[in-house]
T-cell receptor, first 115, second 114 residues
Framework: DGGITQSPKYLFRKEGQNVTLSCEQN?????MYWYRQDPGQGLRLIYY???????QKGDIAEGYSVSREKKESFPLTVTSAQKNPTAFYLC??????????????FGNGTRLTVT | GDSVTQMEGPVTLSEEAFLTINCTYT??????LFWYVQYPGEGLQLLLK?????DKGSNKGFEATYRKETTSFHLEKGSVQVSDSAVYFC?????????????FGTGTRLTIIP
């Protein structure tokens, strides 16, 4: 079955440490996205990538970094510069970023807790 | 900029009740509109979509009509079930090459009581 795999489901880190969240898709989608979900705030876009080796900042990119070396993979690094990293992180993909009506397919998320 | 305003929750209904979750939007272009559903501990799943004015999206008994004149995309279901308990997100996407992203509302938590 095709889909998006995020790992791990739960992640715990100490403050000051960088941490990388994994996102892999086997849907052959061109575009991939990272969202952050906080209670009462809905989803906010961190970074997105429309094609391999290219990515753009979303609305809240500060303190995060990404790479897109392969079509299937779009890892997100939460750096120590991110002031409030504890959140639920969702990865998504779509078949074609240029088509306005192409829906997003989501992974099951990674809940990151930083203490 | 683009934005989505959703009815605030939480919403609690009895089984077989009629459901409406309001959604209005502001967009600079001609958006496609979506409803996503999130079950506990999971990511979001596409529930339905509409790509132009007067289109009606439907799935699993849920419906929403793209109303350009009122900039709305309200979600409705005639008879809800306990299994419909989830968080529902309204979203829009404007086709703007070089700046593709989905803009979400804040979500509405729905609880259905047997």
């Amino acid at each position: 079955d095709g889909g998006i795999t995020q790992s791990p489901k739960y992640l715990f880190r100490k403050e000051g440490q960088n941490v990388t969240l994994s996102c892999e898709q086997n849907l052959n989608h061109d575009a991939m996205y990272w969202y952050r979900q906080d209670p009462g705030q809905g989803l906010r876009l961190i970074y997105y990538s429309q094609i391999v080796n290219d990515f753009q900042k979303g609305d809240i990119a500060e303190g995060y970094s990404v790479s897109r070396e392969k079509k299937e993979s779009f890892p997100l690094t939460v750096t120590s510069a991110q002031k409030n990293p504890t959140a639920f992180y969702l990865c998504a993909s779509s078949i074609d970023a240029g088509a306005g009506n192409s829906p997003l397919h989501f992974g099951n998320g990674t809940r990151l807790t930083v203490t | 900029g683009d934005s989505v305003t959703q009815m605030e929750g939480p919403v609690t209904l009895s089984e077989e009740a009629f459901l409406t979750i309001n959604c209005t939007y502001t967009a600079t272009g001609y958006p496609s509109l979506f409803w996503y559903v999130q079950y506990p501990g999971e990511g979001l799943q596409l529930l339905l979509k509409a790509t132009k004015a007067d289109d009606k999206g439907s799935n699993k008994g849920f419906e929403a009509t793209y109303r350009k004149e009122t900039t709305s995309f309200h979600l409705e279901k005639g008879s809800v079930q306990v299994s419909d308990s989830a968080v529902y997100f309204c979203a829009l996407k404007v086709s703007n090459f070089g700046n593709e992203k989905l803009t979400f509302g804040t979500g509405t938590r729905l609880t259905i009581i047997p």
